[in-house]
């Protein structure tokens, strides 16, 4: 199975560069699962984000093939292009700052409320 993973430096000037890997195929696997083993054993720079690996946190957001996805819960497939969300908003590689999307996409309204966690949709 191959993956491409689209790559460039925070605030570069230069074209971005596409890394093509060939991973073994294992059957089924999550898009950051992908990316952990990329990490893992073929390029160590890569810049992936896991955090719930259940598909709640949002964190490991990436573009898959065009479409905006949780990487921790979407399949890999043969021939993926990944790449960050939002270059406006790169941090490294598929890693982008989320701080603005999240105050966008939340109100948080703690008035009453322990926890500064809470949050309810927008």
Do not use: W
């Amino acid at each position: 199975m191959k993956i491409t993973i689209v790559r460039e430096q925070v605030g570069s000037t230069t074209e971005a560069r596409r890394d093509t890997f060939d991973l073994p195929d294992v059957g089924p696997t999550s898009i950051s699962s992908a990316l952990q083993y990329v990490a893992r054993h073929m390029d160590s720079s890569i810049g992936y984000y896991l955090s719930c690996r259940r598909g709640m946190c949002a964190c490991c957001v990436v573009r898959a093939n065009g479409k905006i996805e949780t990487a921790c819960v979407v399949p890999v497939t043969d021939g993926m292009v990944i790449e960050p969300i939002r270059r406006d908003l790169l941090v490294a590689d598929t890693v982008v700052d989320l701080s603005m999307a999240r105050n966008a996409r939340f109100d948080f309204d703690n008035a009453g409320n322990d926890r500064p966690d809470a949050c309810t949709p927008a």
